[in-house]
């Protein structure tokens, strides 16, 4: 069969199959009188497999292996065909999220997507201090878009830098509480704490909804964490939780703070005082753990908790006795 049929039949170009002759693939069986290929059922056979070969990803010089060396193994060649795919996949997947990034900033020109592609490079650098400018460069005219922040504030390591994507985070606005709330339920425990962490410093009502969900989640750290940022906001819901923080030691100072701002209100002085002897009452509670809510009762207003810490003060636990009388002495002379 000469080159013309050949290449009608098999849809491999004429320039081709002389390609493939001049690197030794396919040397047609014969020539015509004329001198034209002529070639074999046996050559369009081979025609076809390196078609096939090459369908997978090969390179010229790796169907030549694969067809003329009898050692040749295919599994090592297709794990690195796998390899090679993932990462090129990767590549493409990662260049796709920056161009909808782009898109998304809605750029007015293209200066403003060369700075919006310097502040991406710059969120995905290895130095610190470089991924901590391009979080603060979104107080400026042209800022980062908001999935970019998320993903670099649920990822960041570095204490300063992620301090400074919450801000940026804060900053813009709503855009970034669904993504957030995607990583209240990741797998990762890190990345939960991030999330909760994020949507802390976010101040509506939005975020305010989701810190209250939280403190259901199954994720005590994310609980503790929605706990101390709804007990800033005035969020009642927080209460049996800061208290529970207090008992476990973790953040108890700052737990005690929320409570006595909560305490503020008249109508939840009572509450909390409530919830912090009902848990000095606990059998079970550690004598380090009494102590310090004896201690969140120092702050706490109101006749509940003078009534408590009058009890308290003749308490069979010494430390507990004395920390309350002192706290009592305090009480009386304002």
């Not at 994310?222 to 939780?241: E, F, H, N």
Request: glycine share 8%.
């Amino acid at each position: 069969m000469l080159i013309g049929d050949v290449a009608r039949r098999s849809g491999v170009s004429a320039r081709m199959l002389r390609h493939y002759d001049s690197l030794g693939l396919v040397r047609p069986t014969g020539r015509t009188e004329a001198g034209y290929r002529q070639y074999s059922s046996e050559d369009i056979r081979r025609i076809f497999q390196i078609e096939s070969l090459r369908s997978l990803g090969l390179s010229l010089r790796e169907v030549g292996c694969a067809l003329d060396d009898p050692g040749f193994k295919p599994s090592e060649l297709v794990d690195d065909l796998i390899r090679q795919t993932r990462e090129r996949i990767a590549g493409e997947t990662a260049l796709l999220t920056r161009l909808r990034r782009i898109d998304a900033a809605e750029p007015a020109g293209w200066e403003d997507v060369l700075q919006i592609t310097a502040l991406l490079q710059a969120l995905g650098s290895e130095s610190a201090g470089k991924r901590q400018r391009a979080a603060l460069s979104s107080a400026e005219e042209v800022s980062v878009p908001v999935e970019a922040l998320v993903e670099a504030a649920l990822s960041e390591t570095d204490p300063n830098v992620a301090g400074a994507l919450r801000w940026a985070l804060a900053q813009s606005g709503d855009g970034g509480l669904a993504l957030l709330a995607e990583g209240l339920g990741s797998p990762v425990a890190e990345v939960r704490k991030r999330a909760v962490q994020s949507i802390a410093e976010i101040p509506n009502g939005e975020a305010t909804a989701l810190l209250r969900d939280a403190l259901t989640n199954s994720d005590i750290v994310v609980r503790r964490c929605a706990a101390l940022a709804l007990g800033t906001r005035g969020v009642a819901d927080a209460v049996p939780t800061l208290i529970d923080v207090i008992v476990e030691g973790t953040n108890d100072t700052d737990a005690a703070d929320a409570l006595s701002a909560l305490a503020s209100d008249p109508a939840l002085a009572d509450q909390i005082a409530t919830g912090l002897v009902d848990c000095l009452a606990h059998g079970t509670v550690a004598s380090s753990a009494r102590g310090r809510l004896t201690q969140a009762l120092a702050d706490i207003p109101g006749i509940t908790a003078s009534r408590a810490l009058a009890d308290l003060s003749h308490d069979e636990d010494r430390a507990v006795a004395l920390t309350a009388t002192y706290i009592l002495g305090l009480r009386n002379a304002r």
